[in-house]
């Protein structure tokens, strides 16, 4: 499971290279542009994910027992965290993303302190949701 995916790889090491939280903040915006578009019609009730004080929306599938998900969300800075949160999980097997340390990831990235209570809540509550998805299958 220690293992990175290419897209991983490159985000730990954009963010291990910041120098601090506004560069940090920077990048995250930048990764954040880069989530692939939702359509109008998967930004739904049933693709929200509860737990986020903005608007999420994640979607996933399965393929070859590997997980791939896409998401957005409102808040620019929030679509960030998800979008390195995405190149983290996406292409793992389910036991892998069951067992994945998101608050690890997070403290690799650099970002660990500056998360606030609410965000680390969110971004918990879109493993959890992601973990869902990948159950369901």
């Known amino acids: ?13 954009s963010f291990q290279q910041a120098g601090g939280w506004e560069q940090r903040a920077r990048l995250l915006m930048q990764w954040g542009d880069r989530l692939e578009p939702l359509g109008d ?22 393929h070859d027992d590997r997980c791939r998900f896409r998401g957005t969300s409102e808040a620019r800075l929030l679509r960030g965290l998800l979008a390195v949160l995405l190149v983290r999980v996406n292409g793992l097997q389910t036991e892998e993303l069951r067992r994945l340390d ?29 973990r869902e998805l990948a159950l369901a299958e």
């Open 102 to 130: 998101v608050a690890d990831w997070f403290g690799q990235l650099g970002l660990a302190r500056q998360l606030s209570p609410s965000r680390a809540n969110g971004m918990n509550a879109v493993l959890q949701r992601m």
């Open 1 to 13: 499971m220690n293992h990175l995916s290419e897209a991983a790889s490159e985000a730990l090491q």
């Open 41 to 62: 019609d998967e930004r739904n009730d049933r693709n929200l994910v509860a737990g986020c004080d903005s608007k999420l929306w994640l979607v996933g599938e399965q």
